[in-house]
């Protein structure tokens, strides 16, 4: 069918729509990975978002049950060039349109993606509205205006988990696939505060030697630390962190009293525990070839990462120093407290999809709760 893409500036972009039909709308951002789209799919962080990859051609390698990184699709709405329909890998089991029409994400192809990721990237993300139902151009637009900006959004509260729950899945493996580890044999207790939990990252912690108890994002600290774990886990998530006030509370009443580790939107979350201030970024980082710096041993590594907001490291005053840093932009990348075993980092050391050069962070988690036993 006939699908169009409005911008709320007015720029209209005209395709075909591939999996479910309908309307979506939400911000429009663009991923510039060259492969793991089933894994962007699924990652929670893109609630109410739109995601456009950059690389040509996406559906080649189909769907299958392994790479999901959570219990379902969150992102609004998918928009690629290319979309194949023929797919071709030993693991798949459906096309990328069947996902996604089971799944209800209407996806929009054929269009001049470069141009579109031109565009975010000159003018920033903005909130859009893709459309199979309603092909009126300025009812469109003026739909896409209407969108809430992401900015000031609770969304982790809405993709986090309903309970706690163990976890003991290790590592993928080519010839036994994912593992259940024996929990006798974990050292480290750790609970992980899902704020749209990745599952690589449970399963990281596993291979690291956690045993992982994953709580709602609401949970109180007192239970917490009444699990006498020896470290807590901060995760990632989609929108804004400033407006999880409640949450900010509960992360100062650990600090200083276990070791804490945190990720992507749990990193934001930390440095507002802190004192510190978030900014939105322009047009965010998303992909898995963004290069940043460890500050503690100057070595360069390329990163997975997926957010739309930034520490500010001067808010943080002395509460922390620069752990890492963005290549590209020079956006605080991770920071590390002064003197507590705190630390956290903007990027994904999980990788799912990118590379495993930030993988060493699981160990230098597990080493911080060593010597802190």
């Known amino acids: 069918m006939k699908a169009l893409l409005a911008l709320a500036d007015g720029r209209i972009f005209e395709g075909k729509s591939f999996g479910a039909g309908g309307e979506a709308r939400g911000e429009v951002v663009f991923n510039t990975a060259m492969t793991g789209y089933q894994e962007v799919l699924t990652d929670p962080s893109y609630k109410g978002q739109m995601v456009t990859m950059t690389y040509t051609q ?28 023929c797919y071709s890998n030993w693991r798949a089991c459906m096309s990328l349109d069947s ?12 269009i001049d993606t470069r141009a579109l990721t031109r565009h975010l990237r000159d003018k920033g993300a903005q909130n859009g509205i893709i459309s199979t139902i309603d092909l009126d151009r300025e009812s469109l637009v003026a739909k896409a205006r209407a969108i809430p900006s992401m900015a000031g959004l609770d969304l982790a509260t809405g993709v986090s988990c309903d309970k706690p729950y163990h976890w003991t899945e290790g590592l993928w493996d080519l010839k036994d696939g994912y593992p259940q580890v024996d929990p006798v044999t974990l050292k480290y207790k750790v609970v992980a505060y899902d ?26 600290a007192e239970e917490a630390l009444a699990m006498n774990p020896d470290g807590v886990f901060l995760s990632n998530g989609p929108g804004d962190p400033e407006p999880l006030v409640a949450v900010q509370e509960e992360i100062r009443k650990m600090i200083g009293r276990k070791p804490i580790f945190g990720i992507c939107l749990g990193h934001q979350l930390l440095g507002l525990a802190l004192g510190g201030k978030t900014m939105k970024l322009p047009f965010g980082n998303h992909g898995s070839n963004l ?17 739309g907001f930034a520490v500010d490291l001067d808010s943080l005053g002395d509460a ?4 890492h840093e963005n290549l590209n932009d020079q956006t605080v990348e991770g920071i590390s407290h002064c003197t507590l075993p705190i630390f956290s980092v903007q990027h994904h050391p999980e990788a799912s999809p990118g590379p495993h050069d930030s993988h060493y962070l699981f160990g230098r988690f597990v080493e911080m709760m060593e010597r802190n036993r």
């Open 99 to 110: 996902y996604l029409k089971e799944n209800g994400v209407i996806g929009i192809q054929g």
């Open 58 to 85: 996406i559906g080649n390698t189909g769907i299958n049950a392994e790479d999901i990184e959570s219990r379902g699709l969150f992102l609004s709405g998918f928009i690629v060039r290319e979309y194949q329909e």
């Open 320 to 323: 922390a120093c620069l752990g």
């Open 291 to 307: 290069p940043v710096m460890d500050m503690a041993t100057r070595k360069v590594e390329i990163t997975s990462q997926n957010h």
């Open 195 to 220: 704020f749209g939990i990745k599952y690589n990252i449970l399963r990281c912690l596993v291979d690291a030697g956690c045993d992982v108890t994953v709580v709602p994002a609401s949970f109180p």
